[in-house]
């Protein structure tokens, strides 16, 4: 008899939180039993496998309870359990139900024979008589048709012979017309601008034939059609292919035109994105591979979950599932790796000056490492569950959120956080510094965004539109303190009720609610001017919104799920990694 091992289980129940979206308590059971240490091949563990295994397993006490021995049929036996018994009751229970149900069916069937029989007779006669009439119409109608086919083609005959008399008509009339502007020109030879407004009417009047009478200028290809965005055409898209497993993070590079992306075939790369995109070509943009691992490739421990890049582009940061955080050249030399964290790191940021790199990890603390050094500088043990993200306020003080629900403000060479926030009833699952390092945004599994000042201890916004859990939030890069001081300090969340919404922080209310996805959005990110948001979904599209109006302008369908969109500095392309392991660059142009 074949048996299932409790790490077997443990791997198919791992799946199935993973494939569901519920990628905390996937990590976290992942993290205790030690998933990343069997030897379970994940490629050989189809999609959905836990439920089949539940549904096989339902069917076999189906079978079970309908191996009866009586002469009744047992095709349809299934339809008098319900899965419920198929648990609660043994096997001799679904047997006695099943046969009582039969029986009752017998007896109902032997009531309504006699009555079949007789409403037979009567329905044979009524068909025999049914049929005799339908042939005779029959007849008739094929009577009729021919009938008809001939009168038609009379009809055809005599419209052929005046559409050719029309058209010798027509012929007649357009030489005279030669003619007459033949002599118009010779008696007009020079005319006024009068000419120029005739062009124009005619295109006017092609442009009310194509529906577009008072429509939008032709840059604004969208406005005219608000519910149909426009595809990216296929040239404006590069699939940049290499990795062998999902794709969980990408970063353009601040100053050039390289992008990374950390997967969970437990490497990085480096690619270079020169010009405009080179579509699938075969070879496609150059690469460099950025290994974390000596020999095997397999390792699920080194699944890269976040990278960063430093502020002037010559480091990358990358984080690991084996909680080790690794500093690379931009030419993918490995430079240091960074060894203290005993769990997986979720998050990790450089600061501005470039001197010190913040980590976040599932052994509850977060780090900062002296760059110069290559040391840890200070561990800082605050929260009593993982930590999830980390951000910047300035170069030396710093925010860390956990699924323990806190959110603590802290300070390099402070022993106590500088700012405790409590307040959400769930996991907090990302935090971010607006611009000025003033407000600070939080998202939660409770359904809530919050804003947070250093100058109070209780929330100054609670932002409650959404139904489901709020996966980021991100500020767009507008107002004081920015390069787009004149523009409106706006706030996006995105969350597993499919939707983006757009808050007015100073006023603390929605702006606009952003409708376009089917499932879960994991990933938002503002255009550098501020205008645009691109999001990516489970649901294998990246959508482009205009901000101020709150529609998609342009879309993208993937064939696997969306965790990461980010904007090059230039703003004219997007990358978004993907779940079937790709990442694709998108050119944007309005």
């Known amino acids: 008899m074949i048996a299932i091992t409790s790490a077997e289980l443990n791997y198919l129940i791992f799946r199935y939180l993973n494939e569901s979206g519920f990628t905390h308590s996937a990590f976290a059971l992942g993290y205790e039993a030690g998933i990343n240490k069997s030897n379970i091949d994940g490629n050989l563990v189809p999609p959905g496998a836990l439920v089949t295994f539940v549904q096989k397993g339902i069917q076999y006490l189906e079978l079970e309870a309908n191996l009866t021995t009586d002469d009744l049929e047992t095709d349809d036996d299934f339809q008098f359990l319900h899965p419920l018994d198929l648990i609660t009751k ?40 049914m049929e005799k009439e339908k042939e005779k119409e029959i007849a008739k109608e094929k009577e009729n048709e021919k009938q008809q086919r001939e009168k038609e083609k009379e009809r055809d005959r005599e419209r052929m012979e005046r559409e050719k008399e029309k058209e010798k008509e027509r012929e007649k009339e357009r030489e005279k017309e030669k003619d007459k502007g033949k002599e118009k020109e010779k008696e007009k030879p020079f005319e006024d601008v009068g000419g120029v407004n005739h062009m124009e009417d005619e295109v006017n009047g092609k442009h009310e034939e194509n529906g577009n009478d008072g429509g939008p200028e032709p840059m604004d290809i969208c406005a005219s059609l608000p519910s149909v965005p426009c595809e990216f055409p296929n040239s404006d898209v590069t699939v940049l292919q290499g990795h062998t497993s999902e794709v969980f993070a990408c970063a353009w590079n601040p100053t050039g035109s390289l992008l990374a992306s950390g997967s969970g075939d437990s490497t990085a790369r480096i690619w270079t994105i020169d010009g405009p995109s080179s579509c699938n070509t075969e070879n496609g943009p150059s690469n460099v591979v950025l290994r974390h691992f000596k020999g095997r490739t397999n390792e699920k421990s080194k699944d890269v979950t976040t990278l960063d890049w430093n502020v002037d582009g010559t480091l990358l940061a990358t984080g690991s599932y084996d909680g080790q955080a690794r500093i690379w050249s931009k030419d993918g030399e490995l430079i240091s790796t960074l060894n203290k ?68 403000v802290c300070k390099v060479g402070e022993n106590r956080p500088i700012k405790t926030f409590s307040g959400h009833q769930g996991e907090v699952n990302a935090i971010k510094w607006d611009p000025t390092g003033t407000l600070l945004a939080s998202c939660s599994d409770d359904s809530t965004a919050k804003i947070w000042s250093i100058k109070q201890d209780t929330c100054l916004l609670d932002l409650k ?115 079937n392991n790709v990442v694709s660059v998108l050119d944007f142009r309005m």
């Open 90 to 129: 043994d096997v001799d229970e679904l047997q006695r139900i099943i046969k009582e149900k039969k029986e009752n069916i017998q007896k109902d069937k032997s009531k309504g024979k006699e009555k079949e029989n007789i409403e037979n007779g009567r329905e044979h006669d009524r068909k025999l008589a």
């Open 341 to 408: 964290h005993k769990g997986p790191i979720f998050s990790l940021k450089w600061n501005k000056k470039g001197d010190y790199l913040l980590s976040g990890s599932v052994d509850k603390t977060a780090i900062v490492w002296d760059i110069k050094t290559g040391e840890w500088r200070q561990q800082f043990e605050f929260h009593s569950a993982p930590a999830l993200d980390v951000d910047w306020r300035n170069n030396v003080s710093f925010a860390t959120c956990s699924t323990d629900s806190m959110i603590y």
């Open 465 to 579: 539109e959404h139904s489901k859990e709020i996966y980021t939030v991100r500020w767009s890069p507008t107002g004081p303190g920015t390069n787009n001081p004149n523009q409106q300090l706006v706030l996006a969340s995105a969350s597993f009720d499919s939707t983006i919404k757009l808050w007015d922080v100073d006023a603390g209310h929605l702006l606009h609610s952003l409708d376009g996805h089917r499932d879960p959005v994991y990933s938002v990110a503002f255009s550098p001017n501020g205008e645009y948001l691109a999001s990516g979904s489970l649901d294998k599209c990246l959508h482009v919104w205009s901000v101020k109006e709150a529609r998609i302008v342009k879309t993208f369908s993937g064939n696997g799920g969306i965790f990461e969109v980010c904007w090059n500095k230039e703003g004219d392309k997007i990358a978004a990694c993907f779940a």
